[in-house]
């Protein structure tokens, strides 16, 4: 994580030089903001990465010795498949479509996302992939 941390945080120096540059050169103020919130992103990702690794175990590609078989094992746990993503997905369509054609569109998809959001939440609590 350590080289991760150093890596945003470089990157956020050059983003926040070119800013500065941009700014200054082209005196357009939108493109100019998404610079500076990009690199205030860039400088909160990798102060949270630096901050991390100082607190947690050197992982495999922090040491310079390292072979690839030694960060070989399980990562973690992900989900096979899920519908509710696809729920999720349709009911933010319908908002943002209740922008452009009325807000009433808001009745209909505010309802699948809640529906969508309850099912992805308590996804593992019934059903097949319920834990025993």
Request: hydrophobic share 55%.
């Amino acid at each position: 994580m350590k080289i991760q941390g150093k890596m945003f945080i470089w990157l956020s120096v050059f983003v926040l030089i070119m800013a500065i540059v941009y700014g200054w050169w082209s005196k357009e103020p939108a493109g100019t903001t998404a610079l500076f919130l990009a690199f205030g992103l860039c400088i909160m990702i990798g102060y949270y990465l630096a901050f991390t690794a100082r607190r947690v175990d050197a992982s495999a590609q922090d040491n310079k010795e390292a072979d690839v078989a030694d960060e070989a094992g399980e990562v973690g746990f992900f989900s096979p498949h899920s519908w509710q993503p696809l729920s999720l997905a349709v009911g933010g369509a319908l908002a943002f479509m209740g922008v452009v054609f009325g807000w009433w569109l808001l009745y209909f998809s505010a309802p699948i996302i809640l529906i969508g959001l309850w099912g992805w939440v308590f996804e593992y609590y019934r059903g097949e992939n319920q834990n025993q």
